[in-house]
Every structure is written in structure tokens, then in C-alpha cells.
């Protein structure tokens, strides 16, 4: 099991998580006016959240592969599900790839958590789990982007609630 590694790497997550509240703290009064804004917002926290959730739950029972396997598939699955449904039209070409390499970075989780035999299959000689850590690796990558993106992103071009 990769202990150590998603014991930092939940510790990353959640920091990120709290340094994007301070972030979302400052623009609050702008971004509060345009729903497209306010689900971007709540999209980035979960480029931080679900990661570091999928991260703790690992480390309950760190030998259990069930439990991975389980937890993995249903926050992934979910995350998936929650970001297809929080997608507002995107600012820009780079917006719409983040948001679908998220999906699919998601989805990809959740296939390796349910099948992982599916790694062997394609020829792939490392263990799933860490298939899965790399994985959970870019989406966290991904999420710092796409809240660099939103950060500068202008609130006056956005549609008003």
C-alpha cells in the first residue's frame, strides 16, 4: 500500500482546499452575482476535496484492498457525476479541456476501482493502486489550473443570475 504517500498527498489536498477558500473569501462579492462563477468555484473545491477524501479513506484500512476499491468508486464515480452537472458554458477552449480531462480523469479512477484487472489487461505492469495515486496526482494538477483560470477570469462577461 502507498501509505505514506496518500498520507502527504491527503494533507496536500485539504491544504489546497483551505487556501481556495481564501481565495473564494476574496472574490466572494463578485462571484456571488453569476451562478456560472459560483459552480467553477465549487468544481475547483472539488479538484481538491474528493482527492483528499479518496486519500483518507485509503489509509483506514491501508492492507484493504475492498475497501480502496469501494471508496475509490463511489467518490470518483461521484465526482464525475457532480462535475457534469455543475458545467456552466466555458470561458474559453483551455476551460471546456480542463473541465472534460477532469471527467474523464474521474472516470478513469472509478474504472480502475472497479475493475482493476483492466490495468493487466492493457499490458500495464504496475499495481493499480498506484495507477490510482498517479491518476488522483494530475487531477489535483489539473484542479491547481483550472483555479489559476477561474482566479483571473472576468465576472462582468459572465451571465447575471
Not at 83 to 96: E, F, K, M, Y
Amino acid at each position: 500500500m502507498l501509505k505514506d504517500f496518500y498520507l502527504a498527498f491527503s494533507t496536500v489536498s485539504f491544504t489546497l482546499l483551505g487556501l481556495w477558500f481564501i481565495v473564494v473569501q476574496t472574490r466572494h462579492a463578485e462571484w456571488r452575482r453569476f451562478s456560472v462563477h459560483r459552480r467553477r468555484a465549487y468544481g475547483v473545491a472539488l479538484h481538491f476535496s474528493l482527492p483528499g477524501l479518496m486519500g483518507l479513506l485509503s489509509l483506514i484500512d491501508p492492507a484493504s484492498t475492498t475497501l480502496w476499491r469501494i471508496s475509490f468508486a463511489i467518490v470518483a464515480g461521484g465526482g464525475a457525476i457532480v462535475l457534469v452537472l455543475v458545467r456552466g458554458p466555458a470561458p474559453s477552449w483551455l476551460g471546456l479541456a480542463a473541465h472534460l480531462a477532469a471527467v474523464l480523469l474521474y472516470a478513469l479512477i472509478a474504472v480502475v476501482a472497479i475493475a482493476p484487472s483492466v490495468v493487466t489487461h492493457l499490458g500495464i505492469s504496475v499495481r493499480p493502486l498506484r495507477i490510482e495515486a498517479v491518476l488522483l496526482t494530475l487531477l489535483v494538477f489539473l484542479g491547481v489550473n483550472v483555479a489559476w483560470l477561474l482566479l483571473f477570469d472576468e465576472t462582468s462577461s459572465s451571465v447575471r443570475d
